[in-house]
């Protein structure tokens, strides 16, 4: 069953503490994508990755960051230093970087603070 | 700026009414539009994008370059239409998408 799969579906992090949400595609897509949803806001993205071992600043990028050692992976680690973390966090690939590509999302992972 | 306004929150219709999602978007080069949509309990999934020219479960989108705009229609809306609706553009030299608010749209027995 092709797709993008996030872990977990549900995240607690306490104060001060950094926590990772995974993001595994199997779609052999080289563009990953880490996009946060909030109420009344839509979609903004935090970080994307074009190929392994790179990656860009999105819009939001403050107080996390990323990671891309394998192609099929892009974890988000969410540091301290978001002071807002409660969120719905979506992962998303494509199959290039071209700037018509559709994009495949995940289920997404709901974090909230202790 | 790079933008993508969806004034509408919430539209709601009867069923077999006509729809239209406003879509008008900001972007100094050519860019490519989309919409894409989340029905309950499901994953957010491209409905349509401009280049295709495609009529996806009866809704088309015209791109207005003029206006800038990208409405998303269908002539006659079903029940199973209810969903939040994004609008969406990629442009030029960049290969990151800029997503509007969202519009949920309400299809009324």
């Known amino acids: 069953d092709g797709g993008i799969t996030q872990s977990p579906k549900y995240l607690f992090r306490k104060e001060g503490q950094n926590v990772t949400l995974s993001c595994e595609q199997n779609?052999?897509?080289?563009?990953m994508y880490w996009y946060r949803q909030d109420p009344g806001q839509g979609l903004r993205l935090i970080y994307y990755s074009q190929i392994v071992n790179d990656f860009q600043k999105g819009d939001i990028a403050e107080g996390y960051s990323v990671s891309r050692e394998k192609k099929e992976s892009f974890p988000l680690t969410v540091t301290s230093a978001q002071k807002n973390p409660t969120a719905f966090y979506l992962c998303?690939?494509?199959?290039?970087?071209?700037?018509?590509?559709?994009?495949?999302f995940g289920s997404g992972t709901q974090l909230s603070v202790l | 700026a790079q933008r993508v306004t969806q004034p509408e929150k919430l539209l709601s219709v009867f069923k077999g009414a006509p729809v239209e999602l406003k879509c008008n978007y900001s972007y100094s080069g050519s860019p490519e539009l989309f919409w894409y949509v989340q029905y309950s309990r499901q994953r957010l999934q491209l409905l349509l994008r401009?280049?295709s020219r495609e009529s996806i479960k009866g809704f088309t989108a015209d791109l207005n370059k003029g206006e800038t705009s990208f409405h998303l229609k269908k002539p006659f809306a079903q029940e199973e239409d209810s969903a939040m609706y994004y609008c969406a553009l990629s442009g030029s030299g960049t290969y990151k998408y800029i997503f509007g608010t969202g519009t949920r749209l309400k299809v009324l027995a």
């Open positions: 998303a690939s494509s199959r290039t970087k071209g700037i018509n590509e559709k994009l495949f």
């Open positions: 779609l052999n897509h080289d563009a």
């Open positions: 401009h280049i």
